[in-house]
């Protein structure tokens, strides 16, 4: 029994919301740092969750724990049948598994797989970590690799590690190499192209064996030498790998046992090669079923109706050490053949780390970026915690204000004043009349004075007292969940937090009902 209609819920994240079948195959990523509880909190929960829907799928695995967890988790919820171990015992030909499916078509997809391998190696010893390589080496790497596998196939009806190594080997160095009886005696490469195109196995169309003789007597010549010994010595050095050890056991034997479209009928398929004891071969390994798996399930629909109705789902702890150039192209394609993506990592650096390269860092915000479904964990990384606050993104926010004050004003003042005026006047006049018959005359004199004198004091005094209070708020547009708070207030679980873990769970283009926005903060018991 498994479920089928996306909306089917299969988790309640609070009384009012759900994460649903559509949610899952939109991709979730978890970010947590060491000891954050991400593994034993939202992931235990998740992994729960696929497990009871009666999801295939596949696992990679860094520490050897992973695979005891992954049997412990099947075991729980009912799934211990469904459980397969890829390991050493088991095994997978890839060339074979390829051919076997499209024949001629496949040796495409095959070239693919050995850039793949090729790629890993590089990131596996972190020398793709050097900035500033030449993507001209990767084409014409790719161009050589494309030219051997047709002739070989033809000639043999097969193809293996070890003879794709000896063709390369043995290509001509030079344009007279090709006529050169002695060179053609002892050439490989010489002997696979004669039986390709007068005695094939399998055969090539014309226009594409003219094709590839012109390349291997012209074009490969020319390539400049260092060039051509860098490829030749990357490339068989790579895949000698595959001729030795654990590689060859699980990818190179005679017997397949396990083949990605298992997974399409409900087996989940934990790839038991830890890097951490594997090392390089467990990147290598685990990177080239990992690419074949998603190659599968991306055509799936193409498939009758029983292998693509079934939801799957990949999972990756500690995703950054089986990252490859492949993931981002998958995420944008897999929700419609119902992949459950889910990664888990520590921080954004560890992505940048890992994929190296003049771009890394853009090309790691935008894996994780294709991912729907965010739950950010305890984090002590500051990059990390940005871009999450960045994710969550900005509200406007009020900050309340308050100012209160009191005044008390006494005064006292004391007058005093005193004024004296003193003045005088004078006068004196005459005055005569004459007239027939008489005459008089008149003398007058007037003359005065005053004094005053005065003075004034007084006294006042006055008091006033009084209250003020004002409230109000400011408004400003600030992150919803301060970077801060991701390494302040989220529980990471054990017993001094009752073995809770919290974090922040965000969905793009969703409001959840419990909170009013697009994240909530989630508990998840370990």
Not at 162 to 182: L, Y
Not at 375 to 391: I, L, Q, Y
Not at 489 to 501: E, F, P, R, Y
Not at 519 to 524: A, P, S, T, Y
Request: aromatic share 10%; net charge neutral; glycine share 12%.
């Amino acid at each position: 029994m498994f479920v089928r209609d996306l909306d089917t819920p299969l988790l309640r994240l609070s009384a009012e919301d759900v994460f649903t079948l559509e949610d899952a195959c939109a991709g979730v990523h978890v970010f947590g740092g060491i000891g954050s509880g991400k593994t034993s909190g939202s992931g235990k929960m998740l992994a729960g969750a696929y497990l009871r829907a009666g999801m295939g799928g596949l696992v990679t695995a860094v520490k050897p724990e992973e695979v005891d967890l992954w049997r412990k988790y099947a075991a729980e919820h009912g799934r211990s049948n469904s459980l397969l171990l890829f390991d050493e015992n088991e095994g997978f030909n890839f060339l074979s598994y390829e051919l076997a499916r499209q024949g001629m078509d496949g040796i495409g997809t095959v070239t693919e797989c050995l850039m793949r391998v090729i790629e890993a190696a590089k990131k596996a010893s972190r020398t793709a970590t050097q900035r500033g390589g030449d993507p001209f080496w990767g084409d014409t790497t790719r161009q050589v690799l494309r030219y051997a596998l047709p002739p070989l196939f033809a000639a043999g009806g097969s193809l293996s590690i070890g003879e794709i190594i000896r063709f390369i080997n043995t290509a001509p160095a030079s344009v007279k190499d090709v006529t050169d009886a002695q060179w053609q005696e002892r050439s490989f490469m010489y002997s696979v192209m004669n039986r390709a195109a007068n005695h094939p196995k399998v055969s090539m169309e014309r226009a594409a064996l003219a094709d590839t003789i012109r390349f291997w007597a012209e074009e490969y010549p020319a390539i400049p030498e260092k060039t051509r010994g860098n490829i030749v010595i990357s490339v068989t050095t790579v895949l000698d790998r595959f001729k030795h050890g654990r590689l060859a056991r699980a990818f190179c034997g005679k017997t397949t046992s396990v083949v990605p479209e298992l997974s399409f009928g409900g087996a989940v398929i934990v790839l038991a090669m830890p890097t951490l004891t594997w090392n390089e071969d467990g990147i290598i390994g685990q990177q080239l079923f990992k690419f074949l798996w998603q190659r599968g399930v991306l055509s799936r629909n193409a498939l009758a109706e029983q292998h693509h109705e079934r939801p799957v789902f990949l999972w990756s702890d500690e995703a950054q050490e089986t990252v490859s150039s492949f993931d981002g192209e998958f995420l944008s394609m897999c929700r419609g053949s119902k992949c459950c993506v889910t990664f888990m990592s520590q921080s954004l650096p560890s992505y940048v780390a890992r994929i190296g390269g003049d771009n890394a860092e853009a090309d790691a915000r935008g894996l994780v970026g294709k991912f729907n479904t965010h739950v950010f964990h305890a984090n002590a990384c500051p990059e990390t915690n940005e871009w999450a606050a960045k994710t969550l993104g900005k509200v406007m926010k009020r900050h309340p204000n308050y100012t209160a004050g009191s005044s008390d004003n006494v005064t006292v003042g004391m007058n005093a004043g005193s004024s004296t005026n003193r003045g005088s006047s004078s006068g004196f006049g005459t005055s005569h009349s004459y007239g027939p018959g008489q005459g008089n005359h008149g003398l007058n004199f007037n003359s005065g004075g005053n004094r005053s004198d005065g003075s004034s004091w007084g006294e006042n005094r006055g008091r006033s007292s009084g209250n003020s209070e004002s409230r109000g708020y400011s408004e400003s547009m600030e992150y919803a969940f301060e970077p801060g708070d991701f390494g302040r207030i989220l529980m990471t679980g054990g017993k001094s937090n009752g073995n809770i873990v919290t974090g922040v769970w965000f969905r793009a283009g969703k409001v959840f009902r419990a909170s009013g926005t697009n994240f909530l903060l989630e508990r998840f018991r370990q």
